[in-house]
């Protein structure tokens, strides 16, 4: 299977199963629409009659000869050796865990998922007993696993911020024991940042994730307080504190881009002018009949706007500033491995997510759908066989994925949105679907420009974007 297409004036040939990207002349790019795995070493007669008009004869043969060679390469036309792994790791270990350590936020964002704060189930905290039978819970599912992630999530995790701290030195107290280390993100919305939490964040946080959307106008539109007020002026120094002190550490500025703001590339570049080089900026997925959801009609306009905002990154990196969008990262030398490919986050199998109450869940956005509830941490329940459907969720199981170029990128999509907007796991939102093949054929195109230009190897070692002329 290969996908090919047009952007920034280069023509692409991704080649899907072996992952090998081709930057193509135009007669090779116009052969290919004669060509499958099929593919034989004499040329067939028909291309050099349709192209005959186009191409010179001889150029259209050496052409094919090259593609030809491409293809005993494995490097097009590859064959699918992946779904023979698609039920492996079905009984894998627990090695994430998103912890919801507050059911409760200072903030009012009109388009949040998690019915502003309280998933639908009531504002309230995590009480520290709790906390601590979640780090129960992921090093008794662990296995052997050795390297756990913890996401202090929310509502606001800083209005825990107590137990936070004390969950942090629960688990630092006893993981040489169990011959485990954790590595532990917060998503904040800065509100209630000051500089205690600043230090702490940066000594003890191997990731932090900032809320924040954009421009002010933009921000303060939907991320109010109670009270209707916007919070762009006090959270916006608070980060760029942070963010000074971090180091070597990881961060992101995490912001949400509605029907509101479709120019969304101003808003990177706003995040990049204050002083972030971390960024994300993602599309709202919501209800298609609330006023600032993307909807499906809206694609093209988005897509425009994912084409500037990789020419814009692309002409950056050429004058030598740097800044790393979350949507366009891709490696195209190792890339994840297998199991990543065909599974995505792991969601219900390797990662779960952990409510005030002790309840457990395949993630943070199945919270509250109580058809998904795994089991609790008190009565000491996990619901086995629904981890096992988890783990059968694959690209191979999903009808639409199966035959999809982006397969291996998207890894099935999520699959929270997929139940919530299409009503079950294995049926792909399209909305979605779209956006994550826009920015993947984006992300591609970046990769194809720095390499050629000289200021991006495309990888390390063997070249994994060849050119064909």
Same mark, same amino acid.
């Given at each position: 299977?290969? #996908? ?32 499958? !795995? ?28 090259? %593609? ?16 023979? +792994? ?15 350590? $507050? ?33 129960? +819970? ?17 509502? !606001?995790? =800083? ?21 485990? #280390? ?87 570049? #706003? ?18 009949? =609330? ?34 969008? +979350? ?14 490919? =065909? ?6 199998? !390797? ?59 998207? $890894? ?27 920015? %993947? ?27 064909? #002329?």
């Amino acid at each position: 299977m290969i #996908h090919k297409y047009k952007l920034g004036g280069y023509n692409i040939c991704l080649d899907v199963h072996s992952g090998a990207v081709h930057v193509l002349d135009d007669a090779a790019y116009d052969i290919l629409d004669y060509c499958d !795995e099929n593919m034989e070493e004499q040329i067939p007669e028909n291309i050099l009659w349709e192209l005959g008009s186009r191409y010179d004869r001889e150029e259209i043969q050496e052409t094919y000869e090259a %593609l030809y060679e491409l293809k005993k390469e494995g490097l097009l036309f590859s064959p699918d050796d992946y779904e023979q +792994f698609a039920d492996l790791m079905t009984k894998a270990p627990v090695k994430s865990m998103c912890i919801n350590i $507050s059911h409760d936020c200072n903030l009012r964002c009109e388009y949040c998922f998690a019915a502003k704060g309280d998933f639908g189930q009531g504002r309230c905290l995590m009480p520290l007993e709790t906390a601590k039978k979640a780090i129960d +819970f992921i090093i008794a599912n662990s296995g052997t696993r050795r390297n756990l992630e913890v996401d202090f999530f929310g509502g !606001e995790p =800083l209005m825990n911020f107590e137990v936070v701290k004390k969950t942090v030195e629960y688990a630092r107290s006893i993981e040489k024991e169990h011959n485990k #280390h954790f590595r532990f993100t917060i998503t904040t919305n800065g509100l209630l940042l000051d500089d205690e939490k600043i230090e702490y964040i940066n000594r003890e946080m191997n990731n932090a994730v900032l809320s924040l959307d954009g421009r002010k106008e933009v921000n303060d539109r939907l991320r109010v307080t109670p009270n209707g007020k916007g919070c762009y002026d006090i959270i916006v120094p608070k980060y760029q504190k942070l963010v000074a002190g971090r180091g070597d550490k990881d961060y992101y500025i995490r912001g949400t881009f509605t029907k509101y703001n479709l120019d969304f590339t101003e808003d990177v570049l #706003h995040f990049k002018e204050l002083g972030f080089d971390q960024l994300s900026i993602e599309p709202v997925v919501s209800d298609p009949n =609330l006023d600032y959801s993307i909807k499906y009609e809206d694609l093209p306009v988005v897509f425009k706007e994912y084409e500037r905002l990789a020419d814009t990154i692309i002409r950056s990196r050429k004058k030598g500033e740097y800044y790393n969008f +979350f949507h366009f990262m891709i490696d195209l030398n190792q890339g994840p491995c297998a199991i990543k490919r =065909l599974r995505g986050c792991g969601c219900g199998n !390797e990662y779960v997510a952990i409510t005030p109450q002790g309840d457990i869940y395949p993630c943070h956005q199945f919270v509250g759908h109580d058809e998904y509830k795994m089991g609790n941490l008190h009565d000491g329940t996990f619901n086995t066989d629904m981890k096992l459907t988890f783990a059968k969720a694959n690209v191979y199981s999903k009808e639409n994925c199966k035959s999809c170029w982006a397969k291996f990128y998207c $890894s099935g999509g999520c699959n929270a949105n997929n139940y919530q907007y299409e009503g079950d796991i294995r049926k792909s939102h399209k909305t979605s679907c779209e956006l994550e093949k826009k920015r %993947l054929e984006c992300a591609i195109m970046i990769k194809a420009a720095l390499a050629e230009s000289g200021d991006e190897a495309p990888c390390d070692g063997e070249d994994c974007i060849s050119a064909c #002329h």
